[in-house]
């Protein structure tokens, strides 16, 4: 048997006894709080879209006592 067929059927095995793993697994949400305090920081716009001269507030939550933000234009399509 060729070593990339071998190396291939390790991954399956691998790959399937993974998904096995998590299947077994019990799958606990956390709390608001609990995802806030692994992320650190979360921030959102009030608004998804603006055009030139509109306002738009920014909300920002951090357990951090200072923190910085660079806010960019994305621009897509």
Known sequence: MS?????????VI?????MVG???????QPSA???LDRMGIVGY???????PG???KFM??????RYRVDIVR????
């Open 54 to 56: 509109d306002a738009i």
């Open 60 to 65: 920002v939550s951090s357990s951090a006592s």
């Open 14 to 18: 691998v790959s399937l006894a993974l």
């Open 3 to 11: 070593t990339v067929r071998t190396l291939i059927r390790i991954a």
């Open 33 to 35: 709080q609990e995802g």
């Open 45 to 51: 716009a009030d608004h998804m879209t603006a055009q």
């Open 74 to 77: 994305i621009i897509h399509g």
């Open 22 to 28: 998590r299947a077994q697994a019990p799958q606990v």
